[in-house]
């Protein structure tokens, strides 16, 4: 199946945009959603809408099979050893707040370091700042290469004995940068430290195996990954689950109340207080479903044609900066366009049907680190296609135009 075979597989994609065919280049910020999804979460609400390890009824048993269903295939998805290892949560950013209250807290101290990088996502740096500040311990960063990359070298030289955690994201939703985060686990690993992936912008685009990673953590989000928003997941090593305390409480989570005094259900309830989140898991299933029949190997090779391609091209017009490096990125390119503000851009490209992302990402030291404020950022996925790219240069050209710079 191509990628204009597989375009037809999402609704939203068939509509016009102020009378242009939409092409959509912003699915690092949310992907679309094939009609199989689509379907599935309908499905949930119109035959199977239950609470779910409750009612004995049909109902209730059919929405915990959907729900667990969704676990397993999202355990052996990314190869966790067992379900137990796998908390679902809101997102990426609850996951990391998760790790980083339940278990970065109790483990750091006075003069501990935890190490992370100056290109992360905000829900990557923030929670880090809050947990040094509450414990005492320094934060860290592996400084960046002048194409925005690290090295295994860097890693090294910033990651001691003193470090007790690191946190890195698999992929820049900026730079485009694949950051080598196996090898930092294991350096983490040799001093002490535990090790969490952001994976948000890596698990819709490439096989992940966390076994092989050895990471000790693992965060995603579904809405990136053609699944509903407000669904994605926390992987983590069993035993260090199991010494974490939860963070949220009521509902699900407990296995005995008294008055003064409760205990908690085992992994991986204990995380997962109240009504979880039951039509988006059903909803990830059925991403996964898609997401394996079309293969991760082929999407991951599209990307990369598909990058490399529009890489060749953009770096033709005039007056155009590409940030991070040429080769070794994921399916994405920042740019700024000659003196012209990337929401002016972003907004003249949405006159031609064009939807891309402008501003800091999420990204606001790496903005200062690129001696920017702002940037425009077209991502592809897997229903892209070189006439998307080839479109996206013509509306960068004509914007120059509109803006008064010369072409050529």
Same mark, same amino acid.
């Given at each position: 199946m191509n990628s204009s075979q597989i375009r037809e597989l999402f609704p939203i994609l068939q509509q016009e945009i102020n009378g242009h065919p939409l092409v959509y280049l912003d699915s690092a910020a949310t992907s679309q959603k094939p009609e199989s999804v689509i379907h599935a979460v309908k499905r949930y609400y119109e035959w199977d809408n239950a609470n779910v390890h409750r009612g004995v009824h049909t109902l209730g048993s059919r929405a915990t099979d959907a729900y667990e269903g969704a676990r397993e295939k999202l355990q052996k998805f990314i190869n966790a050893r067992s379900t137990q #290892? $796998?908390?679902?949560?809101?997102?990426?950013?609850? =996951?990391?707040? %998760? *790790?980083?209250?339940?278990?970065?807290?109790?483990?750091?101290?006075?003069?501990?370091?935890?190490?992370?990088?100056?290109?992360?996502?905000?829900?990557?740096?923030?929670?880090?700042?809050?947990?040094?500040?509450?414990?005492?311990?320094?934060?860290?960063?592996?400084?960046?290469?002048?194409?925005?990359?690290?090295?295994?070298?860097?890693?090294?030289?910033?990651?001691?004995?003193?470090?007790?955690?690191?946190?890195?994201?698999?992929?820049?939703?900026?730079?485009?940068?694949?950051?080598?985060?196996? #090898? $930092?686990?294991?350096?983490?690993?040799?001093?002490? =430290?535990?090790? %969490? *992936?952001?994976?948000?912008?890596?698990?819709?685009?490439?096989?992940?195996?966390?076994?092989?990673?050895?990471?000790?953590?693992?965060?995603?989000?579904?809405h990136k990954m053609c699944a509903p928003t407000g669904i994605g997941a926390l992987y983590g090593k069993k035993v260090l689950l199991e010494g974490m305390e939860p963070i949220e409480f009521g509902g699900e989570m407990i296995d005995h109340v008294d008055l003064y005094n409760s205990t908690w259900k085992e992994l991986p309830w204990k995380f997962e207080g109240g009504t979880p989140i039951i039509a988006g898991a059903v909803g990830l299933g059925a991403a996964i479903d898609?997401?394996?029949?079309?293969?991760?190997?082929?999407?991951?090779?599209?990307?990369?044609?598909?990058?490399?391609?529009?890489?060749?091209?953009?770096?033709?017009?005039?007056?155009?900066?590409?940030?991070?490096?040429?080769?070794?990125?994921?399916?994405?390119?920042?740019?700024?366009?000659?003196?012209?503000?990337?929401?002016d851009v972003a907004t003249v490209l949405d006159t031609e049907g064009i939807a891309i992302r402008a501003g800091h990402?999420?990204?606001?030291?790496?903005?200062?680190?690129?001696?920017?404020?702002?940037?425009?950022?077209?991502?592809?996925?897997?229903?892209?296609?070189?006439?998307?790219?080839?479109?996206?240069?013509?509306?960068?050209?004509?914007t120059k135009e509109y803006f008064g710079h010369a072409i050529g």
């Open positions: #290892e $796998i908390i679902f949560t809101r997102g990426t950013t609850t =996951a990391i707040n %998760l *790790v980083a209250s339940s278990y970065a807290r109790a483990v750091c101290g006075e003069g501990d370091e935890i190490v992370i990088t100056p290109m992360e996502h905000h829900s990557n740096l923030i929670p880090w700042q809050q947990v040094a500040k509450a414990t005492g311990a320094v934060l860290k960063y592996i400084p960046l290469q002048p194409d925005g990359s690290i090295t295994i070298a860097d890693a090294e030289a910033t990651i001691t004995e003193r470090t007790k955690f690191v946190s890195v994201m698999y992929v820049s939703n900026v730079l485009g940068v694949v950051n080598p985060v196996k #090898e $930092i686990a294991a350096i983490a690993h040799r001093h002490g =430290a535990k090790m %969490l *992936v952001d994976g948000a912008q890596s698990t819709p685009h490439m096989k992940i195996d966390v076994q092989d990673l050895d990471c000790d953590f693992y965060t995603l989000s579904g898609f997401l394996q029949e079309i293969g991760l190997h082929n999407i991951d090779a599209h990307e990369k044609q598909l990058t490399a391609y529009a890489m060749d091209r953009m770096s033709g017009i005039p007056d155009i900066s590409i940030y991070g490096p040429r080769d070794n990125r994921a399916g994405l390119i920042t740019f700024n366009l000659g003196d012209v503000h990337p929401h990402h999420c990204c606001q030291p790496l903005m200062r680190w690129l001696e920017v404020s702002a940037t425009a950022r077209a991502s592809f996925y897997l229903y892209n296609t070189e006439q998307d790219v080839d479109r996206l240069v013509e509306a960068l050209l004509k």
